[in-house]
């Protein structure tokens, strides 16, 4: 069973601080990698997506990826109170597999 | 905007009734993608589509759901003799990109509620 691990939270950080997300992959053959960000109630919406080792950045967030290690980290920096959401990792193809995804509340 | 589009938005229906949902993804978009969500979980993949040929469809989908694309445009996805456990949030995705790299754009979801 392919799976994408992350941790459930909450991760709770305060406004203007950097938030860390962080998740592993068991499948070696993933070749692309995307974070979701879920507001309650309604559809994830595409973030970053990166598909090589190393880091991407994008504005306030970094996204980074080690497939030796099966692990890719998103980074918010100068995190808002508007951050507050799921966070979704997940590894692409045909059949993308989505982890449970992490809870931020970025406190004001 | 022609974002993807979902009807309808919300189904409450009695256990043992059949329901249809419909998507249209972004018209550029040859690739459809259906989930299903629960509460505390990510989208868990139901069936995927490339133009109108479905490829792959969840070992976890009983027979009970069944998925078209009749013209490789809009989709439909119809659950017969619903139970409880289908109660969810339906999500349906499009992407366009090579070897599935594209990253998928979801629409706003059908909430299902069996009563």
């Known amino acids: 069973q392919k799976e994408v691990e992350q941790n459930s939270g909450p991760l709770s950080v305060p406004e203007g601080a950097i938030a860390s997300l962080n998740c592993t992959y068991s499948?070696?053959?993933?070749?692309?990698f995307f974070w979701y960000r879920q507001y309650s109630g309604k559809s994830p919406e595409l973030i970053m997506s990166?598909?090589?080792?190393g880091d991407k950045e994008d504005g306030r967030f970094t996204a980074q990826l080690n497939k030796a290690s099966q692990y890719v980290s998103l980074l918010i920096r100068d995190s808002q109170p508007s951050d507050s959401a799921t966070y979704l990792c997940?590894?692409?193809?045909?059949?993308?597999?989505f982890g449970a995804g992490t809870r931020l509340f970025v406190k004001a | 905007d022609t974002g993807v589009s979902q009807n309808p938005r919300h189904k409450i229906t009695k256990r043992g009734q059949n329901v249809t949902f419909r998507c249209d993804p972004i018209?550029?978009?040859?690739?459809l993608y259906w989930y299903r969500q629960t509460l505390g979980q990510g989208p868990e993949f139901l069936t995927y589509f490339q133009n109108e040929a479905q490829l792959e469809k969840s070992r976890l989908l009983s027979d009970r759901f069944s998925a078209e694309r009749p013209k490789g445009s809009f989709s439909t996805l119809e659950i017969q003799r619903t139970e409880q456990g289908d109660s969810a949030m339906y999500l349906c995705a499009s992407s366009l990109g090579d070897r599935g790299r594209g990253p998928q754009h979801f629409g706003d979801g059908t909430r299902l509620s069996i009563l």
């Open positions: 018209s550029e978009h040859n690739r």
């Open positions: 990166i598909y090589s080792n």
């Open positions: 997940a590894t692409g193809g045909f059949k993308t597999i």
């Open positions: 499948d070696r053959g993933s070749q692309s």
